[in-house]
């Protein structure tokens, strides 16, 4: 068991001391509420200065042993006029604060508890309505300690052993004030080992300050790098979004690059290919002759094209012919209907057809590059 703190500092370092504690010998607790444990555990004192904070091993029923921490000492007891101090021991459980501590009467060699009792078991263990209706995280241990003080004033939970003198009437004992503990210092101490004693408190003193004062200013310096970070990872994400950005333009760019040296290339072999046919041409040629395909694939382009682009004229004419009232409605629906069915068929044929010249065009380019 660790010795309880002598002052408000101290208890203060003792609980920060075991409360950050971290490995195998760190307090069952969890991180996020050890803060909330703190502050329970000094407003506490700071109410009942005869409970002290301390450290101790505590054995479950199933018979496994976990060092908590737990508020030992007395709670005042107001009955008939008088107060008294009724030994506790507020054990705060693994759970807690999000659960509520377990509750012991702690009696004395001279003492017993009593039987029955409303709110205290034969063993010790106090039942009591706050600790049933414990809400987290408003329950707290100094509201606790004012209700059992309360609980106990109403049906007092121990009895002294000790009889009083014979009387007439048999009595079956009377309540005994419980003053909390006190010490006895030593008169004859070496005024040596007081000076010691003294230096040494001095310089712990000393040393906590220095490392309070390292600590915070190490916390500011950690705050300053997290910001920092949080900066440094902001630029990050902007210029992976540039990057991406682009990375997607160069290929779009790359993209259009070859489709322009595509058509240049195109352009280039029918310049060389007709180049000399100009001479060749008759004086009366028709312009219908000019253009001549010379393969199945660029004739049945010119032919879905021809096509798209004269359904096309079709519909625009039964458009303004229904506008004009001459074509009723449901002939101008259906004719319109059919013409877009058969114009969708020969705008995916031409879709196909220029896929599959796009394809040649780059493998005759792919081949005079390697040639």
Not at 38 to 58: D, G, I, M, N
Not at 178 to 187: D, G
Not at 268 to 290: F, H, M, P, T, Y
Not at 319 to 330: A, I, Q, T
Request: charged content about 20%.
């Amino acid at each position: 068991m660790s010795p309880p703190p002598a002052n408000t500092q101290q208890l203060q370092q003792f609980l920060s001391s075991v409360l950050s504690q971290r490995g195998p010998t760190s307090l069952p607790y969890a991180e996020t509420t050890k803060w909330l444990i703190r502050q329970h555990l000094l407003t506490l004192v700071s109410s009942y200065s005869s409970l002290e904070p301390k450290t101790a091993t505590f054995t479950h029923n199933d018979g496994r042993s976990v060092i908590l921490l737990q508020a030992d000492g007395t709670i005042p007891m107001p009955f008939q006029g008088v107060s008294y101090n009724i030994p506790i021991v507020i054990w705060l459980l693994e759970s807690y604060p999000r659960h509520p501590p377990c509750v012991y009467v702690n009696p004395t060699r001279d003492m017993i508890i009593k039987r029955p009792h409303s709110n205290v078991s034969p063993s010790g263990l106090v039942s009591l309505s706050y600790l049933h209706d414990w809400v987290y995280p408003s329950s707290n241990l100094t509201d606790l300690a004012a209700q059992l003080s309360a609980a106990f004033s109403r049906d007092p939970p121990l009895y002294s052993q000790r009889r009083p003198p014979p009387s007439p009437s048999p009595s079956i004992g009377s309540v005994r004030p419980i003053h909390p503990p006190y010490h006895h210092q030593n008169q004859t101490d070496d005024a040596a080992e007081v000076y010691k004693r003294n230096a040494i408190n001095k310089l712990v003193d000393m040393i906590h300050g220095d490392l309070v004062l390292m600590r915070t200013g190490r916390e500011a310096e950690a705050e300053e790098l997290l910001s920092l970070q949080g900066g440094l990872k902001r630029r990050e994400e902007e210029i992976n979004m540039g990057l991406k950005e682009m990375v997607e333009e160069k290929e779009t760019l790359e993209q259009q690059l070859q489709v322009i040296a595509m058509n240049s290339e195109f352009l280039d072999s029918w310049i060389r290919e007709n180049q000399g046919k100009a001479k060749s041409l008759l004086v009366d040629l028709d312009v219908d002759d000019a253009f001549e395909c010379n393969e199945t694939l660029s004739k049945q382009m010119l032919d879905c094209t021809a096509l798209d682009l004269a359904i096309e004229d079709v519909v625009y004419s039964i458009d303004k012919s229904f506008r004009d009232g001459l074509v009723p409605f449901d002939q101008y629906l259906r004719n319109v209907r059919l013409l877009s069915r058969e114009q969708f068929f020969y705008r995916a044929t031409a879709a196909k057809v220029s896929a599959v010249q796009m394809e040649a065009q780059v493998a005759s380019i792919a081949a005079r590059l390697h040639s």
